[in-house]
């Protein structure tokens, strides 16, 4: 208990910390939109607006590529808002950075034409003899049977199990068989998947020591996450979950009472002020913390959840008139953060809604007073798109326009893909990335355990 | 390309070993010099592959494994000074997991580290000492064939031993040749004979930190 | 959810604790196997990230309220919180009396330390170029892409690594540990992560502290053997060009080997033999004969995973394993007797900019001294004194984010603040032209100014950048690149 006082001891002034606030400027923040209009059907575009690192090492400093780009614009004096796509198409010959591949190449690949280091050559068929123990360079049944026992049920195959697979009929239906069971077994469900949330809920032993809950209960947040992503559940349940689960594994409708005041370890969240993890008392406890302007909190759900970490300069889609700097922290004094935060502030508005730490109704709860300004006074925008009244709506419509873009059901495609792999997939792998990011809606009907089922199929999961 | 990658960073400071067989020359190893002739390795007898994307075997599933194939129970696994996990704790790191809760670390290592094979000979000899410990005392579960009241392990007996170790850890049968090669540890360098107890240990540890039990 | 960790985690730390107790002689027992001789250029770098953005107003670089007619509002302290040693041209914030931060005592140890070590410490200022975490903390490592997007970690570790099992080591979280940008650099020269210093010499040695085991060179033949049927496997030859296996392959026939040839598990053993909780003897396992005086040096390293990688810092650098460590305070708090380690380190300035700077300044200070005492009272080659000492080949490099916003409410010790470029580093060696400031701070707005490379003299109106104190560093450890900016004034015979 002695780190609550800490925190609510001392008084509370500033907003949290993070990965938020901006990179240096180039005043160009349209750059990623303009990009993906010359390049929609290109890998960089696919669920997301390319990353300010296609151009820029680090904004404003530009990479090779970038300097091309520019120096094409400079040389056709042309007009970036209206010529950048001429400049690319001036550029798209030339390699940039060197290393073997025109940039448009590595545009259509996926890489980065303005890095050395990031290119790509598609390996060879193999040759030769046949391989006793791999079909290499084809679909490997075996193989990808050993691949998905390890990935879900967290174990080989035994001895006995190959002997049975290699014998059967129609390995194909008994590799979905195994990966229907694997999906329900203690491993995915205890350890798997909450591995897969680690990053996403981000727990601190220290603010739930051993039992001790001061704060709030990262519990229900790795449930949650789990129940979302397993059986014939829709995964966007994520971000638009309105109950909670509780130690037994139960559905729990409604406020959930907790401790004291500040309501620890409940979630005192109105039901329909709820969406899914992003509202959580942990999530927004410690997130927000003491924020008036809870731009961690907005900016951990845009990373988490839609995939567009804006540290990385990913997903700057800057707001007209942003930031307004609303809680005067500065944010429009200087050049450097104005870059991330016309896109960062809009999407945080929303969240300003819920209490973090010491605000009267407890941790998590929805406070549509809680900001010292005006609802008229600010505009929420998620992915370009206004979000309304959030001062009666709290979160719920940034959560109904992200559960439902191509960026949340990319990012969910990318997160299983990635973890199968153990690595993010390569340029000859982003076509199956696509396929299953594509098919989540229609296809799977957004459920997890269908798109891995399609997973399962892919080349990039079982070619050797 | 590889001999030289190993000897860019060879280590004259530190007393270089010199009694494990790298698969690279001893000058190699020794001068932390670069090797310019580098021949490359012999051609493939088949077809190999060209997209070489292994997975690593995290903790979890190495430990499942080990579990299962050695019909351990986790208390039997390895435990540093008999009293911190290795594969929870100690060496959690280097063998692919992660600690959210007290570390801060959200995400496990993408690949292993330099320490990693240490970890895993330190998981695998634990393992197979358990084992052998029961199987000893009790009725054995892995090592039926082997007498260990005997002096020495006789061919039937650690070839079964061996290719039952095969399928247990690696699920497949191991190839006469590769038989026939663990079964040379029934015997020391100078030609004596091993005990079956160490015989089991050995051959156990030796299949199990094979380069497929945590590559996939 | 279930922690299944947390039970060991604490048992073993409270068992290590109470070793401190009878450190003693069984940590005096020398096992150390000779060495070659270490190269008469090689230097040492020694990385602490002041994790969350450190401001050098709040440390070195104090602004007495009265020198200022802003005082009142800018970050500035009275006149009994700034204190000065005697002799020295430095200056720090101090507290004589006992403060508090939430209910905590905080010991301060900036001035203990400019006392100790002032001589060879230069503040040295700089206005970075990122307010983002993650951006900012990799570039205080490659100066801003100034060598090719090279880390400082591994250009030292070029420069001075040859011959090392681990040239550069990286304890750090975040934006620190992240590998820089140059793809030159060989792996070799990568830093190798570290994530739990207290234990990692347990995995140095693939067979010591097992109990029940066959012979060692019994083991060693199965190593053999077993590395022979794996390359001539059809899953080693199929995959034999997969980079995973191949560095696993490398990692495990050559430097595993070589690391427990030299006994590292012995000399990185930094705990004490305590019967019952930490059972070294048992376990035919020995502390590190410097074991004694690093347990001096950082009293909490078995319940302070910052102090842990302090002497760990220490000894990969005095038994020839590196020349290039990175180590930071967690983002996470540690209470442990008192606050040690706020949470969110020093960006819990946020919430409280004045104590949390002070408590957190304290820390990394006393992590530098312990590394720095130890430094000092080792040298070079244990055959050969006339070496020297470690010290006189090193330098501390404290790293950070970026500065805090410069300004406060009216005479307030109690708000919060943001992120602000404008700030300065702190360096210590005897490698440089120590007990100085180089640039200035504007008094009027709390704002930090540049100086000449060539003459040190302060020039308001300039700013240095992440590029120049890279430059500082690699200058004064003798690593040349282009684009370097010589810093004669600060590095000593330049």
Known sequence: MRLLSVLVVVTATGVLPSALFAPAALAKPVGPRLACAHYPDAPMCRGAVVACTQCHTAPPELNSYGSDVFAALEAGNLVYEDDLGTALLNVEGDDSDGDGLTNLEEILLGTRPGDASSFFSAPAPPSGAPNPGFDVGTYDEAFAFRRLLIDYCGRSPTFEEREAFAAAIDQRALRHAALDACLTSSYWTGEGLPRLADKRIRPLQAINIDGVIPLADYGWDYRLFVHALTGDRDARDLLLATYHIDAAGLVVEGVITGDGDDQVGGQPALVDKRAGMITTQWFLMVHTMFSELPRTTAAQAYRAYLGQDIARSEGLLPVEGEPKDIDDKGVDDQETCIYCHATLDPLSYAFAHYNGIGDSGGIGAYNANRPSWQPSEVEAVLLDVPLGDTAAAGVTQWAQIAANSPQFRQNLASMFLTHALGRAPLPDELDDLQALAEGFDDVDDHRAVRLLHRLIDTNAFGVP | MLVVALAAAGCPELSPAGDVDSGVPDDVIDSGVADEVDAGPPPPPFAISTRNRLAWKRQRALENDLLIALALEKADLCNELGLYSCIDFVHLVPLGGNEPFSRSQYEPLPSPTVTTPIALDRVALSACRARVDQDVAGVPVVFASLDFDAAAVDAEAAAAAIDGLGKRLLGRALTPGEVEEFAALTIDDDGAAVSPRDFAVLSCFAIATMSETIFY | ?494
């Open chain 3, 1 to 494: 959810m279930k922690r299944i960790l947390k039970s060991s985690r604490r048992s073993l730390l409270q068992g290590m604790g109470s070793a401190l107790a009878v450190a003693g002689a069984s940590s005096l027992i020398s096992t150390r196997a000779a060495r070659a001789q270490v190269p008469v250029d090689r230097k040492f770098l020694f990385v602490i990230a002041a994790t969350g953005g450190g401001s050098i107003i709040d440390s070195f670089l104090p602004i007495v309220d009265s020198e200022s007619p802003n005082g009142a509002t800018i970050v500035a302290f009275p006149n009994q919180l700034v204190a000065q040693p005697n002799g020295s041209n430095l200056r720090c914030v101090h507290s004589p009396f006992p403060i508090e931060l939430g209910g905590f005592n905080i010991v301060g140890h900036l001035l203990p330390f400019l006392q100790r070590h002032g001589s060879d410490v230069a503040v040295m200022t700089q206005e970075c170029t990122s307010v983002n975490h993650l951006i900012a903390q990799k570039r205080s490592l490659t100066g801003a892409g100034i060598n090719g997007g090279r880390t400082l970690l591994e250009a030292a570790a070029m420069a001075h690594g040859n011959g090392l099992l681990m040239p550069a080591v990286n304890m750090c979280e975040s934006g620190y540990l992240e590998p820089g940008d140059d793809v030159s650099v060989p792996d070799s020269a990568r830093a190798v992560a570290v994530a739990d210093a207290l234990l990692f010499a347990f995995a140095t040695d693939g067979v010591r502290g097992l109990q029940n085991l066959p012979q060692r060179s019994l083991i060693d033949r199965a190593r053999r053997i077993r590395n022979r049927v794996d390359d001539d496997s059809v899953f080693g030859i199929t995959f034999r060009d997969a980079p995973l296996r191949r560095s696993f392959i490398d990692a495990r026939t050559r430097l595993a080997p070589t690391m427990e040839a030299n006994d590292l598990i012995t000399k990185l053993t930094m705990v004490a033999n305590v019967p019952g909780s930490i059972p070294l003897d048992d376990f035919d396992l020995s502390s590190s004969p410097d074991g004694e005086k690093v347990r001096a040096a950082f009293p909490s390293l078995t319940s302070d995973p910052f102090e842990a990688q302090g002497a760990l810092a220490f000894l990969l650098a005095r038994h020839g394993v590196s020349c290039a460590v990175a180590l930071s305070p967690s983002f996470n708090p540690l209470l442990d007797d008192g606050l040690k380690n706020t949470p969110l380190a020093f960006d819990f300035s946020h919430t409280n900019h004045t104590l949390t700077q002070y408590a957190m300044w304290s820390r990394v200070l006393r992590c530098a001294d312990g590394l720095i005492t130890l430094l000092k009272g080792q040298d070079v080659d244990d055959d050969d004194p006339a070496q020297g000492k470690m010290w006189n080949r090193s330098l501390v490099y404290i790293a950070t984010d970026f500065g805090r916003d410069k300004t406060r409410p009216a005479n307030s010790f109690e708000f919060g603040s943001g992120h602000h470029l404008n700030n300065g580093n702190i360096l210590i060696s005897p490698l440089l032209n120590g007990n100085r400031v180089y640039g200035g701070v504007d008094v009027n707005t709390a704002l930090t100014f540049g100086f000449d490379p060539v003459t040190g003299i302060a020039a308001p109106g300039s700013l240095m950048r992440e590029g120049e104190v890279y430059s500082a560093v690699a200058h004064a450890l003798g690593i040349d690149f282009d684009g370097r900016v010589d810093m004669p004034c600060m590095v000593k015979n330049a």
